[in-house]
DNA sequence: AATGGTTGCAACCGCATCTAG
DNA sequence: GCTAGATGCGGTTGCAACCAT
């Protein structure tokens, strides 16, 4: 287990005398002052995983009485379905996947259950705690709401372009990835099973289907993009949503950035730092150009 | 070494929706 | 159609681990 294994955590404070109105209705007949909260041990694991291994999952309710487990039928089927399940791979979100998540959420917001669907083995609050450690604090450090347009111009034109570039390097170097640049497409196919969706955005629909070759090899399609992603930014309209359109009136455009000697720089430079680019970019350079453009 | 602040994430909450009787 | 219970979802919380001083 993890570091994040929380060893039989006594909660006292308010949430343990919280139920949830429909786990109160749920249990009725349950003794609910008996129901355990807070942070499972590798008792109560063994527990739920010996009884769905056992007879399957579903009917949490039931399932929590019948296996002895002080829970409710919420807490084991999250805790069944976020951390238990075979098929579950936590932590390590992939270029890929990160290239993914964020397609993903710029066309359909925080769904999160729907992005986790094209994310085989991630689970939905797995991909909400990244959206928000990850992304949200990309824009709390800019001072700008997540939700504004530079934001999303930001993520579009800086963000993107630089996760595509380090999946290039990245096939560059191993030959795990290969990324095929079409008109219309970013094809990323790789041989490892950890990337899964083959997602094809159309202007008007949308459809995705999970598919795996003879080979192992799998594709991801992502999104309408122009050849040269860098210069020729932004691509076709529609591909992230009304608000990633256009680049005018964004103050992240062009490709360009100052440096500390007010020199212009492109953007692609600044991002082969893998030190600016984990951090999504340097701060104080986000800061100079702000107010270059103010 | 001690302490206080920060981070990452597991787990909970409340509400909406679904389903069976 | 109504209702109770079950399930699913997005938002939020709180704590162990980590980090800086």
Do not use: A, F, K, M
């Given at each position: 287990m993890d570091h994040h294994y929380h060893q039989h955590v006594d909660f006292g404070l308010s949430r343990e005398d919280s139920i949830d109105s429909n786990d109160r209705k749920g249990d009725?007949?349950?003794?609910?002052?008996?129901l355990k909260r807070g942070s499972w041990t590798v008792e109560e694991d063994l527990t739920l995983m010996n009884h769905i291994a056992l007879?399957?999952?579903?009917r949490w309710n039931s399932l929590a009485r019948a296996a002895g487990l002080k829970r409710t039928g919420k807490s084991c089927r999250l805790r069944w379905l976020n951390y238990l399940r075979p098929d579950v791979r936590r932590g390590n979100i992939t270029l890929e996947e990160q290239l993914l998540i964020l397609q993903l959420h710029s066309r359909w917001g925080n769904r999160w259950s729907k992005i986790a669907q094209h994310l085989p083995g991630k689970t939905d609050n797995e991909i909400k705690n990244y959206w928000r450690t990850r992304v949200q604090k990309q824009a709390k450090q800019l001072k700008c709401d997540v939700n504004s347009k530079e934001f999303k111009d930001t993520l579009h034109y800086l963000w993107i372009p630089r996760l595509v570039e380090r999946i290039q390097a990245s096939s560059n170097s191993n030959n795990q990835v290969n990324i095929q640049k079409t008109n219309e497409n970013i094809i990323i196919n790789n041989n490892n099973n950890n990337i899964v969706p083959n997602v094809n955005f159309t202007q008007e629909n949308y459809s995705s289907t999970t598919t795996t070759s003879s080979e192992n090899s799998i594709g991801t399609q992502i999104s309408d993009m122009s050849d040269?992603?860098?210069?020729?930014?932004?691509?076709?309209?529609g591909d992230y949503g009304e608000?990633?359109?256009?680049?005018?009136?964004?103050?992240?455009?062009?490709g360009d950035i100052f440096d500390d000697n007010n020199h212009h720089q492109n953007m692609s430079q600044l991002f082969l730092d893998d030190n600016v680019c984990d951090n999504l970019w340097n701060i104080d350079d986000m800061l100079f150009l702000q107010q270059q453009l103010n």
């Open positions: 009725e007949n349950n003794n609910n002052l008996d007879h399957g999952e579903g040269n992603c860098y210069t020729n930014y932004p691509l076709n309209q608000i990633l359109i256009s680049p005018t009136g964004g103050y992240v455009q062009q």
